[in-house]
Structures are given as structure tokens and as C-alpha cells.
């Protein structure tokens, strides 16, 4: 299988303020990545999708201005939960996909963002 | 309709007995599907993909596929209390607009009791 981090793993925060999660693929390059959230006893909801160079694409539902994406490398995509109040408190977790690999999708630990 | 369908479970199998877990999907234009197990406070992780009709075998995982039903299952033989956890099919359609996107279903929790 293939190796995909996230960081932090766990975070909280103060209602209003801005909290970053990186992902990276350690050992193959990603043209793909996607986020995820999941709230407790739910299946994952896709959120974007986020390809290298490119501007991700939103699932509907999800404001653009609020999570901010960025996809900067082969290897590294960030989400950015901006303003962050306590309905954001979810599991996120992203995953990474080459095109080497199919449609398989490899995917991080995930972070638990508690926003307070 | 949902798009994936799954059992929701839980699904309770004695220690050493095989766990069957079904999936149906509805896009018949399909073509990958994957199985993921998912442990409570933890992200998915990938046991098998299955791309052909038929069977596919890894250890004690067998895929199973049917794209005329639409069906697709996974069994676990000999299993074992570390096979608790929430299983989770997944169907990508692989269509250029939905390329690379995976449908998951609501998974089906497996307990296995010793």
C-alpha cells in the first residue's frame, strides 16, 4: 500500500479562528487528492477534490471561502477551515490517488478538529 | 436510491466463522469497486479492489463481483476479534467527470464475539 500523513492529528481550537491540515504522500506522488469529513457514526462525505496545479472542486454544499484548499505539489495539499466555529468540530481526513494506481485512494489518519 | 447500499448491521460472527458483507450500487457504468475497513476513531484503510466479474482472493479476504446484479461482496474466513470493525464498500464510476471520485456506502459493522 502506499503511505499518506496528515497533520495535526488532533486539534482544538477557539470558535473564529483559522486551523490548517496538511497531507502528504510519503512514497508515491499524488495527482490527486481528496477531503473528507465524517461525523461520528457516518460514512465519509466528500467534500473536494484537489488536483496538483489546479483549483479544487467543491462538493455542493461545501463554501469554497471556508475551506480553502491548496494543492502546491505532487506531494502536499492543504485544507484551511477558516473561521471555525463548533458545527466544524468533525474527523477530516484526506486521501491521495495517483494515476499509476487506478482509482485507488490511499488514505490518511485523519484529524479531529474540536473547535470550541 | 442511495448510490451504495449496505447493510448497516451490526453483523455479529463467532470467532472462526466466516463474515459475508454485501454491497449493491446502482450506476451500472461502474467499473472499480473496493472494499475498506475502518476502525472506530480511525480513517479507512484498503483491504481489496476488484475490477473484473468473479472472484478475487487476498489471505483470508475473497472480493466477489457481479456487475449483471450489480452486487458486491466481501468475505472474511477464520475471523478473527481484530476484524471488528466497520466495513466500507466503495464504487468509483469512472467516467470523466467523476474521475478518480469514489461513492462509499454506509458501511456494516462486524463484531466479532470469541
Known amino acids: 500500500g502506499a503511505v499518506v500523513s496528515q497533520h495535526p492529528s488532533r486539534v482544538i481550537c477557539k470558535s473564529g479562528t483559522s486551523v490548517k491540515i496538511e497531507c502528504r504522500s510519503l512514497d508515491f506522488q499524488a495527482t490527486t487528492m481528496f477531503w473528507y469529513r465524517q461525523f461520528p457514526k457516518q460514512s465519509l462525505m466528500l467534500m473536494a477534490t484537489?488536483?496538483?496545479?489546479?483549483?479544487?472542486?467543491?462538493e455542493q454544499g461545501v463554501e469554497k471561502d471556508k475551506f480553502l484548499i491548496n494543492h502546491a505539489s505532487l506531494t502536499l495539499s492543504t485544507l484551511t477551515v477558516t473561521s471555525a466555529h463548533p458545527e466544524d468540530s468533525s474527523f477530516y481526513i484526506c486521501s491521495a490517488r495517483s494515476y499509476l494506481r487506478g482509482e485507488t485512494q490511499y488514505f490518511g489518519p485523519g484529524t479531529r478538529l474540536l473547535v470550541l | 436510491q442511495k448510490e451504495v447500499e449496505q447493510n448497516s448491521g451490526p453483523l455479529s460472527v463467532p470467532e472462526g466463522a466466516i463474515a459475508s458483507l454485501n454491497c449493491t450500487y446502482s450506476?451500472?457504468?461502474?467499473?472499480?469497486f473496493f472494499w475498506y475497513r475502518q476502525y472506530s476513531g480511525k480513517s479507512p484503510e484498503l483491504i481489496m479492489f476488484i475490477y473484473s466479474n468473479g472472484d478475487k482472493e487476498d489471505g483470508r479476504f475473497t472480493a466477489q463481483l457481479n456487475k449483471a446484479s450489480q452486487y458486491v461482496s466481501l468475505l472474511i474466513r477464520d475471523s478473527q476479534p481484530s476484524d471488528s470493525a466497520t466495513y466500507l464498500c466503495?464504487?468509483?464510476?469512472?467516467?470523466?467527470?467523476?474521475?478518480?471520485?469514489?461513492?462509499f456506502g454506509a458501511g456494516t459493522q462486524v463484531v466479532v464475539t470469541p
Open positions: 450506476d451500472r457504468g461502474s467499473q472499480s
Open positions: 484537489s488536483n496538483e496545479g489546479s483549483k479544487a472542486t467543491y
Open positions: 466503495a464504487v468509483a464510476r469512472g467516467t470523466t467527470d467523476s474521475w478518480g471520485k469514489l461513492q
